[in-house]
Each structure stands twice: as C-alpha cells, then as structure tokens.
C-alpha cells in the first residue's frame, strides 16, 4: 500500500496545438485509406483539419517571429498572417509555387465548410442505368474536391508548410 504525502508543485506545460491539429489531419487520412465506411468524412476532417492546422502554426510562428503579433493577429485573415511572418522570416517565398500555391486552397476550402449555408441542387440529364442504379447526384463545389489525391497533396503541403 503507497501513503501519499502532500507535496507543494510547480507544473509548466507548453502546448504546441498545431501538431495535435496535423495529427488529427494524418489520421483522419490514414483512416480514409484503410477503410471504405465514412470514408468521406475521414478525407472532409482531414482536409478541413489542415486548414486549422495552418492557422494554429501561423499563430504559433508570429508570436515567436512578427513583432507587435498579440494586437495583429485578430485582424489578420490566414493569407495577410502568413503574409506577415514570410515577410520575417523569408521575404523571397514565391506564393505561387507548391507548397504555398495550396494554401488558400486549403482555406477556401474551410470557409466553403464553416461558413456554409444550406442549398439546393438541381440537376437535369439523361443517362443509361441499371434497373435498381441512380443517377448521380448533383454535388456542391467543397463535395467535388473531396477525394483521397486532393487530401493527400493538402498535407503533404502542410507539412511543407510548416517546415519551411
């Protein structure tokens, strides 16, 4: 039997929470390859979970990098914060080019989803069907791009991201 003993601490915790995000992001992914239910909705919070993972660095690099980022921050949208910290830490980033050209891809993505509204789809054709098949539905944007090809490259460029 242990016999406790009360004893005074100090306990200093820093929480990187980007990486928890990303994690979340290659998860989800490897989920989504591996198995067939819900397959969907592993690669939709993989690649929405890129984009929080993006914005938890970006925070996370501009309070270490961009002076004055606690007043900054919260008037920033994720293209002028990185904006910012490249301005910092590496003036010559071409944004046009992989990995970065993903980067507002991977957040108009996420607006596409968080501030999303409800609509309807309409769509008229003709095709040839099985007696039981339907035809396709119509899908929205954010729904087309959701694929295994297009999850992947968006964390491979988050990744590259955040090492950069």
Known sequence: MSHKTKSKYTFKRTIATYGY??????IAFRRASQQREGRFYDLMTSMLSCAFTLEAFLNHVGALKVPGWSALERTL???DKLANILREVDPGTKLNKRPFSSFLEIFRFRDKLVHGKTITLV??????????????????KWERIINPAIAKRFLDDTKAIIIH
Request: proline fraction near 19%; hydrophobic fraction near 35%; charge should be negative.
């Open 77 to 79: 949208g994720p293209r």
């Open 21 to 26: 995000l990303r994690s979340i992001s290659w």
């Open 123 to 140: 769509v008229t054709g003709e095709a040839y069907l099985d007696k039981d098949e339907l035809p396709p539905p119509p899908l929205a």
